[in-house]
T-cell receptor, first 116, second 113 residues
Framework: AQSVTQPDIHITVSEGASLELRCNYS??????LFWYVQSPGQGLQLLLK??????LVQGIKGFEAEFKRSQSSFNLRKPSVHWSDAAEYFC??????????????FGTGTQLKVEL | GAGVSQSPRYKVAKRGQDVALRCDPI?????LFWYQQALGQGPEFLTY????????KSGLPSDRFFAERPEGSVSTLKIQRTQQEDSAVYLC???????????FGDGTRLSIL
């Protein structure tokens, strides 16, 4: 069964500092990989996705993520954090071609706090 | 509408009551998913529809949970004889096809007293 680990429950960074959120997955082959962001009381907004091809993926709001097969990781990065980036971030994996229609398995999330 | 719409946004029910949660997906989206998000956790898969067919219901926690999508658009998640452990946010997502990203609604926060 596929699983996702987000080792950091909470992260605090200063505005303007760089950010890296960690994500490790367990899956038998190359999965589909996603990062979503959730603000309080809101649904999940897709930041970026990896299906295949270039392992460095660009997303919205200046975020990027790199797929590293050897480390089973898909870490999210941003060079300079803005106060509006404070939210909860979820990494998720999907099963390509699976009968479940690409149902997603999520990590437990990383709560990002931005200090002004 | 432009996005996935869920109603109600908040639902409070007494233990033992039945509840129905509605999801209106993005027009034309074939795939529809329901997830349950407990407090402080990531969403967990409940069930999946392709058009009107429920192809995967492996995540439904008990036979008290039932979902339908009779005309291949709007979906309803029904919980019978609610229990306190059913308290959670229920998220609906839709996608154009299996290999396209899912778009999420804002969820229904269900509280069972």
């Amino acid at each position: 069964a596929q699983s996702v680990t987000q080792p950091d429950i909470h992260i605090t960074v200063s505005e303007g500092a760089s950010l890296e959120l960690r994500c490790n997955y367990s899956y038998g082959a190359t999965p589909y990989l996603f990062w979503y962001v959730q603000s309080p009381g809101q649904g999940l907004q897709l930041l970026l996705k990896y299906f295949s091809g270039d392992t460095l993926v660009q997303g919205i709001k200046g975020f990027e993520a790199e797929f590293k097969r050897s480390q089973s990781s898909f870490n999210l990065r941003k060079p300079s954090v803005h106060w509006s980036d404070a939210a909860e971030y979820f990494c998720a994996v999907g099963q390509p071609g699976g009968g479940g229609g690409n149902k997603l398995t999520f990590g437990t999330g990383t709560q990002l706090k931005v200090e002004l | 509408g432009a996005g996935v719409s869920q109603s109600p946004r908040y639902k409070v029910a007494k233990r033992g009551q039945d509840v129905a949660l509605r999801c209106d997906p993005i027009s034309g989206h074939v795939s529809l998913f329901w997830y349950q998000q407990a407090l402080g956790q990531g969403p967990e898969f409940l069930t999946y529809f392709q058009n009107e067919a429920q192809l995967d219901k492996s995540g439904l926690p008990s036979d008290r949970f039932f979902a339908e999508r009779p005309e291949g658009s709007v979906s309803t998640l029904k919980i019978q004889r609610t229990q306190q452990e059913d308290s959670a946010v229920y998220l609906c997502a839709s996608s154009l096809s299996n290999d396209q990203p899912q778009h999420f609604g804002d969820g229904t926060r269900l509280s069972i007293l």
